[in-house]
Nanobody, 124 residues
Framework: QVQLVESGGGLVQAGGSLRLSCAAS????????MAWFRQAPGKDREFVSR???????YYADSVKGRFTISRDNAKNTVYLQMNSLKPEDTAVYYC??????????????????WGQGTQVTVSS
């Protein structure tokens, strides 16, 4: 069982930066792949980024070059550094974890554990 708690969201102007954190419970954090998804009002939850247990990273095309995912296994925490933010990045951002052998990594249904979400609002 893994519990996830996000933090770091807020209101920022376009072009600004935020760093989201996701703190995980449990001793086996280092064996989980971690991901960030986001959901804007009236839209489906969409994949943002993923980091697997050996550090491989994946990004949605819409955030590539602007967002960076990282993890600190000693702190049981995954981060999402968001730079050059745009109004279209406005959404609730969710942290997710999975521990499966094979996944389609950009599908929310592939993830077993979710945080409660943190709001990111980018003003123009």
């Amino acid at each position: 069982q893994v519990q996830l708690v996000e933090s770091g969201g807020g209101l920022v102007q376009a072009g600004g930066s935020l760093r989201l954190s996701c703190a995980a419970s449990g001793r086996t954090f280092s064996t989980y792949a971690m991901a960030w998804f986001r959901q804007a009002p009236g839209k489906d939850r969409e994949f943002v980024s993923r980091i697997n247990w050996i550090g491989g990273t994946y990004y949605a095309d819409s955030v590539k070059g602007r967002f960076t995912i990282s993890r600190d296994n000693a702190k049981n925490t995954v981060y999402l550094q968001m730079n050059s933010l745009k109004p279209e990045d406005t959404a609730v951002y969710y942290c997710a974890a999975e521990h499966r052998s094979q996944v389609v990594y950009d599908r929310p249904t592939e993830y077993d554990y979710w945080g409660q979400g943190t709001q990111v609002t980018v003003s123009s």
